[in-house]
């Protein structure tokens, strides 16, 4: 029944639009159709179809979690995921993306607020463990699998054999846990499409308890292989210690605590871009190169030592 979910979840994405606002807009559309998620819109409303493989009830924790920090993740607009064709459907407002056409006017300052505020809620007692390492060893266990072989697979597992444990999600990670996002970056941003609307966190997915250096991992490992300008870096880092974001010191260098996740989340892109490329039988592009070698520097840089 899988070629009858679009529609399908169409339908329910109209529902939820015309319930809400009977004068819609009826502006609509699929926002993403992946092999584990698909995503649409109808007017006001998004109606997202989960992986096949989600704990419904699990999901439903975190989606309880954005529904009481409104100021800081888009709230769904209803409290537990439906099901639709066997998939978990949960429902949530439109709103207006990060322009990708627009570098200079990307929210870095208001996403590293986000992020402080959101490693700075006390965390739930039930809320799951946050998935990041989780989907980076995903990522680097479908690289290792690839058959043939693609001659990029070296460099990236070895940068992956080199970090430790927690960060290939085979330990606890070291230090307090926070309320994570867990896959953070700048598509995880949207606003009210009312001029003037706050920037919100979305994607409740991996949202849980862990390390909270981990949702700045991503930007940090752009900036460290020259992929994010450093004005941009420090917009987002400074914006993020000014809000009392806890997973860096309050000044001095915060590379002996970003490190560790960002190589992880290195290896993780270059695991998946290599991955798609050899699916596809393709050469590996311009930034797919880049971030191969990156992986391959790695092992000549030694990882900086957790700071006291």
Same mark, same amino acid.
């Given at each position: ?10 339908? =329910? $994405?109209? /529902? ?49 979690? $954005?529904? =009481? ?6 709230? #769904? ?20 993306? !990060? ?13 590293? !607020? ?21 989907k980076a060893a995903r990522a680097v266990a479908l690289l290792r ?9 070296? #460099? !990236? ?19 307090p846990a926070r309320l994570c996002h867990g896959d953070f970056h ?5 606003? &009210? ?9 979305? &994607? ?5 308890? @862990? ?8 930007? *940090?490992?752009?900036?460290?292989? @020259? ?13 993020? =210690? $000014? ?6 010191? *309050?000044? @001095?260098?915060?590379? #002996? ?30 930034? /797919? /190169?880049?971030?191969? &070698? ?15």
């Amino acid at each position: 029944m899988t070629e009858d979910l679009l529609p399908a979840l169409s339908a =329910r $994405a109209a /529902e939820a639009a015309h319930s809400r606002d009977p004068v819609c807009s009826c502006v609509a559309g699929t926002l993403a159709h992946h092999e584990d998620t698909t995503v649409v819109r109808h007017g006001a409303a998004v109606a997202k179809a989960h992986a096949p493989d989600t704990d419904t009830a699990v999901l439903a924790v975190r989606t309880a979690v $954005a529904a =009481r920090l409104p100021g800081i993740l888009l709230p #769904p607009l209803t409290p537990a995921p439906a099901e639709l064709y066997g998939r978990p459907v949960t429902y949530w407002p439109y709103g207006t993306p !990060v322009d990708p056409d627009d570098p200079d006017a990307a929210p870095w300052e208001e996403a590293g !607020v986000l992020l402080a505020r959101l490693h700075r809620t006390p965390l739930p007692g039930a809320v799951p463990p946050m998935r990041g390492p989780e989907k980076a060893a995903r990522a680097v266990a479908l690289l290792r699998d690839l058959a043939p072989p693609h001659p990029a697979v070296a #460099p !990236v597992l070895d940068a992956w054999a080199d970090l430790p444990p927690w960060a290939r999600g085979e330990a606890p990670a070291p230090g307090p846990a926070r309320l994570c996002h867990g896959d953070f970056h700048l598509g995880q941003l949207v606003r &009210d499409p009312a001029p003037g609307s706050p920037w919100l966190l979305i &994607d409740v997915d991996d949202l849980g308890a @862990g390390p909270p250096v981990w949702d700045l991992a991503r930007p *940090a490992a752009w900036y460290a292989v @020259g992929m994010l300008d450093t004005d941009a870096w420090h917009r987002f880092l400074t914006a993020y =210690r $000014a809000a009392g974001g806890p997973a860096v010191p *309050a000044d @001095g260098d915060p590379w #002996p605590a970003l490190d560790v996740p960002a190589r992880a989340l290195t290896a993780q892109t270059a695991a998946r871009a290599v991955t798609k490329a050899a699916e596809a039988g393709r050469a590996l592009d311009e930034v /797919e /190169e880049w971030l191969v &070698d990156a992986c391959a520097r790695m092992r000549s840089v030694p990882a900086a030592a957790p700071a006291d």
